[in-house]
């Protein structure tokens, strides 16, 4: 599917299908395709099927990226068709286990929020707000659904601003303020026939269309290519064209992490690291109907894999490993300079 194509032309279940198909010939991209087919399905209200590629993965021998975020997905799904007690069940195994990716936090806590257990999903959010964000100075791009959620499921429950609130409030960009955005008196308006009351309205809704914009325009990563040093060295032995490309390993690293900083200096957002190897190369490669050896497909490959979901963050979080796998922090390896 094209990303242009308007959400009322697309046949779900045929996008669905072709995703799973996609998924077998990349076993080592499963994860997230399957994810996207049962979104479609879904969207298609066939949610048993959805189910149905949760649970495989769920089930897969092959470990998961992100389970929790299966687990929620397929939690929220549940919901919408009546298991709400499995659903329920599986909510309070996510917030249990406290993941560190926010996007399970936010689809627990929207699933809940959706079926009226705001004081739920309030806990919910704040429980992700302290476990991801204490002792942040500046939130990641990642993690600013949990505090504006949280924001608006406090704001339908009428509690007053805490420390949390004002920090969703100086992130929150849109030039109406969330307060005026997450007003619960704000269905009432549509029905006005006070023309400064829909106007007023009108500009909210742009605002938040502007936000949804936004996030939309940030599909994936920038991301740059990163080979281990064994999958490096066996892709020199195999083409010895691309050593001009990656003269060693050592500088191979320096070069990712130059690059990056360089286009965070030029004021890029969202950049990401993607990893490679050399089957997948090839396979890429073939589909491509070109040559390995050719090095104007290192881009389109790393490009590729950051749209398959396979990107990571850069820099990463405060205290968390290095990106090149070196087993060491990142502030005491390639960030130590930062």
Do not use: C
């Given at each position: 599917m094209r990303p242009d194509t308007p959400a009322e032309y697309v046949d779900h279940n045929a996008e669905a299908a072709r995703l799973e198909r996609t998924a077998g010939l990349y076993p080592e991209d499963a994860e997230h395709l399957l994810v996207q087919a049962a979104a479609h399905l879904e969207l298609a209200d066939d949610r048993p099927r959805a189910t149905s590629l949760y649970d495989r993965l769920l089930s897969s021998t092959a470990p998961l990226e992100n389970p929790f975020l299966v687990r929620a997905l397929k939690a929220a799904n549940l919901w919408e068709y009546g298991h709400e007690a499995e659903a329920r069940a599986i909510i309070e195994g996510v917030r249990a286990s406290a993941p560190r990716d926010p996007a399970p936090w936010v689809i627990v806590a929207e699933s809940l929020e959706s079926h009226d257990e705001l004081e739920a999903a309030q806990e919910?959010?704040?429980?992700?707000?302290?476990?991801?964000?204490?002792?942040?100075?500046?939130?990641?791009?990642?993690?600013?659904?949990?505090?504006?959620?949280?924001?608006?499921?406090?704001?339908?429950?009428?509690?007053?601003?805490?420390?949390?609130?004002?920090?969703?409030?100086?992130?929150?960009?849109?030039?109406?303020?969330?307060?005026?955005?997450?007003?619960?008196?704000?269905?009432?308006?549509?029905?006005?026939?006070?023309?400064?009351?829909?106007?007023?309205?009108?500009?909210?809704?742009?605002?938040?269309?502007?936000?949804?914009?936004?996030?939309?325009?940030?599909?994936?990563?920038?991301?740059?290519?990163?080979?281990?040093?064994?999958?490096?060295?066996e892709l020199l032995t195999a083409y010895p064209s691309l050593s001009m490309e990656y003269p060693s390993h050592e500088e191979h690293l320096s070069t990712i992490e130059a690059s990056l900083r360089e286009l965070a200096a030029s004021g890029t957002p969202n950049l990401g690291i993607v990893t490679g190897t050399v089957p997948s190369y090839e396979a890429f490669a073939a589909s491509e109907l070109a040559s390995p050896g050719d090095a104007s497909l290192l881009p389109q490959y790393a490009t590729t894999l950051a749209a398959r979901g396979r990107a990571v963050a850069w820099p990463p979080e405060r205290g968390a490993a290095c990106w090149c796998g070196s087993g060491r922090g990142y502030g005491d390896c390639h960030g130590g300079d930062a």
């Open positions: 919910t959010f704040t429980e992700a707000a302290v476990h991801l964000l204490t002792g942040v100075a500046e939130p990641p791009y990642a993690t600013l659904p949990v505090l504006f959620g949280r924001h608006r499921v406090r704001r339908m429950l009428g509690l007053p601003h805490d420390e949390w609130d004002g920090r969703a409030d100086t992130l929150n960009s849109s030039p109406v303020s969330l307060d005026e955005l997450h007003d619960p008196k704000r269905v009432w308006s549509l029905g006005s026939d006070n023309p400064a009351e829909l106007q007023a309205e009108i500009s909210r809704l742009r605002a938040e269309l502007g936000t949804f914009r936004e996030a939309l325009s940030r599909p994936f990563p920038v991301a740059v290519l990163h080979w281990p040093a064994p999958e490096l060295t």
